[in-house]
């Protein structure tokens, strides 16, 4: 059933509504609503080898570099359950499972990696730990002198096989493609948190919650409002309410989104980042100056249906790239969420239907 009204009518009820909502059991329930449980977060893909198994496929690689036979693009064993690591490494394993999936990698799969982006000339740079930015397996100087003494009297073999043995010291992150971490190195950056950074890429593993002040966030659609460029579609208008606190003010926004396929996805983000308290800060408003009072947090929102990227407007054909690019940095894309972006939005939009407000024909 549509609802007919004005702007002010619409925005009177919908304050009314915010401030409702502002019960500390729904604040509580709304942090976590969209946040992924333990078993929906994507574990190991676990790969059940007997050493045997394991040697004999390390062997294949070997005799790859053996025969300088580097025609096949560097593929990983994707181990990530070995018998022989240390306690301290299985408990750092077991911590990492519950945030993200990963692969255990050997010396002799890097050394064919290396080998085959010098030959191929992608790269001849070593595999470096991701934290730490030491080579992996790099020898001491004075090994180094030794080996090279010895060098006429060593065979290529000899040269390669300290490599060929289920050392499973560095592991590959689901998410991080082309670089490594030593297990050490890792437990450290995760330190029994439930979330980290990847220092080379700024990829964020896990949950991560922010400080943002209790607030509600909530989304209608305009079928008469088009924001330029999009015409005969409607618009989705966005509407966040912070009360002060006792140490803070408050502040509301309004945003705008075409009302298509794209617009919704961007808004089942943005309701991730809201349930996640990403979205906005106490700090200093960059244009009031003023000091202790809620302010955006680094995801940037339209505030104008018209206007262009210097009035925080439309049309801007890259906004949609660069805030699920913000929102990235903050954890929140599709892989990290238990449902799809779309159908959050609707739910938010069906929500604030519900209570009368959801759909308004006329301004």
Known sequence: MKRKGTNQNKKSKNKKQSKK??????????????CPKKDN????????????????????IYSKIEKKDFSNKPEFLNITTYNNLTKEHKE????????????????????YKQQYEEINKISNEKDKCSICQYNFYEE???????????????????????????????ILLDKCHDHFFHIDCISLLINN????????????YGILIGDMPKGVMSAYISKNLNCKGYKNIGTIIIEYYFPSGSNYSGTSRECYLPNNKEGKE????????????????IGTSVTTGRTN?????????????????????????????????EL??????????????EEIADELINNNYNDNFGYIDSF
């Not at 499972?97 to 990963?102: D, F, H, K, P, V």
């Not at 961007?266 to 800060?281: E, N, Q, S």
């Open 21 to 34: 909502h502002l019960k500390e059991e729904e604040s509580k329930e709304t942090i976590n609503k969209h």
């Open 41 to 60: 977060i994507k574990g190991q893909k676990k790969q059940e080898l007997t050493e045997k198994e394991i040697n004999e496929k390390l062997k294949e």
């Open 92 to 111: 750092c394993l077991e911590k990492l499972s519950e945030i993200t999936g990963y692969i255990l990698i050997s010396p002799i799969e890097l050394l």
């Open 140 to 170: 001491e100087e004075s090994e180094k002198e030794e080996e090279k003494e010895k060098e006429e009297e060593t065979t290529e073999k000899n040269k390669f096989e300290k490599y060929l043995k289920p050392e499973f010291d560095v």
């Open 193 to 204: 948190k439930d979330n980290f950074k990847c220092p080379n890429c700024s990829i964020i």
């Open 266 to 281: 961007i808004l089942g983000l943005l309701k991730v980042a809201f349930d996640r308290k990403l979205t906005f800060t």
């Open 293 to 325: 009072t809620t302010v955006w947090n680094g995801i940037h929102h339209k505030t104008n249906i018209s206007g262009g990227p210097t009035h925080f407007g439309y049309p801007d054909d890259t906004y949609f790239n660069r805030v699920k690019e």
């Open 328 to 341: 990235a940095v903050k954890g929140v894309f599709k892989d990290n969420i238990d449902k799809d972006p």
